[in-house]
């Protein structure tokens, strides 16, 4: 099952062309990018591994672009996404975020059901790859 | 696309689309001086040009090379040809954007083991898709001290100018005599720049030709006198120790303007009539000979002509 969180996630996979271009707009926006990896995709786990620091005073998208090859490089296997943060006043947020790198293989999600007190559902969502430790989450597809 | 036809291209007609021309003749005007500065520019541009005409045909034969070495004496012009050689080569298509990134050994060295590489990292990726300016570039390698973190710095320096050919141009400046010394210590620099630029010297011409072009951007004038005044100066001051050509020519202005402005105020204290824009704006030959080079070489005890003012700074020297 796919992934689909951030934006673009409903298009078909960027090319690095089209990863650059996006970012060239970020950063004529004035948002400074930055790139996280996690093999947690769980909708809820908002905070993903930064890789390096948000990169500052960039003009052009090869510097962020470089980042992601190299992430790409230590971590085939893992979701990789760029954020690009808004620092004016009132923003102060991330205004664009994509995903730029995902496994070869997506198991997915399972829909866990719990009972609670007076028969109360409660529903959950478990990702078929959490149950492995970390770092071997995705590798069994290859 | 007219790949039934016999494939050429109109290389004068490529020449006219790209502006090239205006650049150069922007550069021809702004910059007195420099010839082999400004015919090394337009080798490059007719060389892009043409790897431009190559490429419509099918005949790729890889980006060119544009790191650069600018070497010369103080002064002449390292710097200010540098910052518009992001302009020239944004013009001419060879990087992305026209923006540099100016820096020199503080931006890239660090201060602990661990802190240079990041450093320097981050200032590539400032600099990408424009022009990284390392001015006095000599002070990277400090050869007295072999632990020195500058290598380092050096080392991702280099690998980036090799890998990252498309998205960066590097320039070098520094004194002649010494960036001959950090090349000597690092032969993998001077092989990974093309360009080795040399600024020759300014004769006394072209220092005029400058101070006059400082002084109009200043909205200052010489007249007759003072313009002979001032090429007495020049005459005098390129023979002494420290001459920093256009340098030496700006510090010159400058205490011209102050001696200007010391003479017409002495004048109102004195009661003279209200001034015009004529006389704010002339650099009289009294203010460039109250010059202490007019003075020393005659070890004379008078004081430099114009100086009658009471609080004179500067005491004459003794003897």
Same mark, same amino acid.
């Given at each position: 099952?796919?992934?689909? /969180?951030?934006?673009?996630?409903?298009?078909?996979?960027?090319?690095?062309?089209?990863?650059?271009?996006?970012?060239?707009?970020?950063?004529?926006?004035?948002?400074?990018?930055? !790139?996280?990896?996690?093999?947690?995709?769980?909708?809820?786990?908002?905070?993903?591994?930064?890789?390096?620091?948000?990169?500052?005073?960039?003009?052009?998208?090869?510097? !962020?672009?470089?980042?992601?090859?190299?992430?790409?490089?230590?971590?085939?296997?893992?979701?990789?996404?760029?954020?690009?943060?808004?620092?004016?006043?009132?923003?102060?947020?991330?205004?664009?975020?994509?995903? !730029?790198?995902?496994?070869?293989?997506?198991?997915?999600?399972?829909?866990?059901? /719990?009972?609670? !007190?007076?028969?109360?559902?409660?529903?959950?969502?478990?990702?078929?790859?959490?149950?492995?430790?970390?770092?071997?989450?995705?590798?069994?597809?290859? | &696309?007219? %790949? =039934?036809?016999?494939?050429?291209?109109?290389?004068?007609?490529?020449?006219?689309?790209?502006?090239?021309?205006?650049?150069?003749? *922007?550069?021809?005007?702004?910059?007195?001086?420099?010839?082999?500065?400004?015919?090394?520019?337009? +080798?490059?541009?007719?060389?892009?040009?043409?790897?431009?005409?190559?490429?419509?045909?099918?005949?790729?034969?890889?980006?060119?090379?544009?790191?650069? %070495?600018?070497?010369?004496?103080?002064?002449?012009? #390292?710097?200010?040809?540098?910052?518009? &050689?992001? *302009?020239?080569?944004?013009?001419?298509?060879?990087?992305?954007?026209?923006?540099?990134?100016?820096?020199?050994?503080?931006?890239?060295?660090?201060?602990?083991?661990?802190?240079?590489?990041? #450093?320097?990292?981050?200032?590539? #990726?400032?600099?990408?898709?424009?022009?990284?300016?390392?001015?006095?570039?000599?002070?990277?390698?400090?050869?007295?001290? *072999?632990?020195?973190?500058?290598? *380092?710095?050096? +080392?991702?320096?280099?690998?980036? &100018?090799?890998?990252?050919?498309?998205?960066?141009?590097?320039?070098?400046?520094?004194?002649? =005599? @010494?960036? +001959?010394?950090?090349? $000597?210590?690092?032969?993998?620099?001077?092989?990974?720049?093309?360009?080795?630029?040399?600024?020759?010297?300014?004769?006394?011409? +072209?220092?005029?030709?400058?101070?006059?072009?400082?002084?109009?951007?200043?909205?200052?004038?010489?007249?007759?006198?003072?313009?002979?005044?001032?090429?007495?100066?020049?005459?005098? @001051?390129?023979?002494?120790?420290?001459?920093?050509?256009?340098?030496?020519?700006?510090?010159?202005?400058?205490?011209?303007?102050?001696?200007?402005?010391?003479?017409?105020?002495?004048?109102?204290?004195?009661?003279?009539?209200?001034?015009?824009?004529?006389?704010?704006?002339?650099?009289?030959?009294?203010?460039?000979?109250?010059?202490?080079?007019?003075?020393?070489?005659?070890?004379?005890?008078? $004081?430099?002509?114009?100086?009658?003012?009471?609080?004179?700074?500067?005491?004459?020297?003794?003897?």
């Amino acid at each position: 099952m796919r992934i689909t /969180q951030g934006t673009f996630s409903f298009l078909p996979e960027l090319t690095d062309e089209e990863i650059s271009l996006q970012i060239d707009y970020a950063l004529r926006q004035g948002w400074a990018c930055s !790139v996280e990896y996690t093999d947690d995709p769980h909708p809820r786990n908002t905070y993903w591994e930064m890789w390096g620091m948000p990169m500052f005073d960039l003009h052009d998208a090869a510097g !962020v672009l470089q980042e992601v090859k190299a992430c790409r490089a230590a971590r085939p296997q893992h979701y990789i996404k760029i954020n690009a943060f808004d620092s004016v006043r009132g923003f102060e947020t991330m205004r664009l975020s994509f995903i !730029v790198n995902r496994p070869d293989d997506e198991p997915g999600f399972r829909l866990t059901r /719990q009972d609670g !007190v007076g028969r109360v559902q409660r529903y959950g969502l478990s990702g078929y790859a959490g149950d492995r430790p970390s770092g071997e989450r995705y590798v069994s597809g290859r | &696309m007219n %790949c =039934a036809q016999v494939p050429n291209v109109d290389l004068a007609a490529l020449y006219r689309d790209s502006g090239i021309g205006d650049v150069l003749a *922007e550069l021809d005007r702004d910059l007195v001086g420099l010839v082999p500065v400004k015919t090394r520019i337009r +080798e490059v541009a007719a060389h892009l040009l043409v790897e431009r005409a190559r490429a419509s045909l099918g005949l790729a034969g890889g980006a060119p090379t544009l790191h650069m %070495c600018f070497s010369g004496n103080p002064g002449t012009g #390292k710097t200010t040809v540098a910052l518009r &050689m992001a *302009e020239v080569l944004h013009r001419l298509g060879y990087i992305r954007r026209n923006h540099l990134v100016s820096v020199t050994r503080d931006d890239l060295v660090g201060q602990y083991i661990g802190h240079t590489a990041p #450093k320097t990292r981050e200032v590539l #990726k400032r600099a990408m898709g424009g022009v990284l300016f390392i001015d006095e570039a000599y002070y990277l390698y400090r050869p007295e001290n *072999e632990r020195d973190y500058g290598q *380092e710095a050096i +080392e991702i320096l280099l690998q980036t &100018m090799e890998n990252q050919r498309d998205d960066l141009v590097v320039i070098l400046a520094g004194y002649a =005599a @010494r960036m +001959e010394v950090f090349f $000597e210590s690092n032969p993998g620099f001077r092989s990974r720049i093309a360009h080795h630029i040399t600024f020759p010297d300014y004769d006394d011409a +072209e220092l005029l030709d400058i101070a006059e072009r400082m002084l109009a951007t200043m909205h200052y004038r010489f007249d007759a006198d003072s313009r002979r005044a001032f090429a007495d100066y020049l005459a005098l @001051r390129t023979r002494q120790p420290n001459f920093a050509n256009a340098r030496s020519v700006r510090n010159a202005l400058d205490r011209s303007r102050l001696r200007q402005a010391n003479r017409l105020f002495a004048t109102a204290m004195r009661g003279g009539a209200a001034i015009d824009a004529a006389a704010l704006t002339l650099i009289a030959a009294a203010d460039i000979r109250g010059s202490r080079v007019f003075a020393e070489p005659l070890a004379a005890s008078d $004081e430099a002509p114009v100086s009658s003012h009471a609080t004179r700074a500067v005491p004459a020297p003794p003897g």
